[in-house]
């Protein structure tokens, strides 16, 4: 009888322990949103120090949101409603100081407002980003994968972002979409 409790106990936590491991790795800031427990960012010390951007050519720009562009759209189309997944869709935003966040949207027949990128609630990941040149690295932290960090390189032009590594990032484009000015007033807090 003894081992067949030790065997149920030991079945139970192989299902039950990797499912939940996301409880260890992530809790919830102040202002509602995911964030790893210990953090572990590769350029969170550039953007604190405010070297992230000495070396860009070109720069987000923090009155925009970068809004993802769906397959049979390519860059440099200006957005529009038909380049936007049926089903919503998930844009970018950066300020200058190297912080970004990346939200995924339901939101049907229209573009994302400031009112969007403003909040920081839903399917929202936090990080930082760099820029050398025209090349952007961006570091976002994703409740997948048990709370994993997602590094993107890519290429930052006036039109969008096109990232090309690591391979499930590579072809995905963000079109730039500029907001009126005073649209976005959030601060990032993180």
Known sequence: MKALLQLGIAVAGTLFIPSCTWYWNVKRSPSGYS????????????????????????????????????????????????TFNMWGTNFMRFWPNGRVMKRGVTILGRLPTGTDGDEISGLCSTGYYRVNGNRIEVEIFHLEDNGSYNRWKGTITEAGIEFDSPR???GLSYVRLRLPEGAMRRQPDW
């Open 168 to 170: 499930p990032a590579r």
């Open 35 to 82: 964030v790893p427990t210990v953090p572990m960012w590769r350029l969170k010390s550039q953007s604190d120090s405010g070297k992230s951007l000495e070396k860009a050519s070109i720069r987000p720009d923090p009155g925009s949101l970068y809004v993802l562009t769906y397959p049979g759209s390519h860059l440099p189309l200006p957005p529009s409603e038909s």
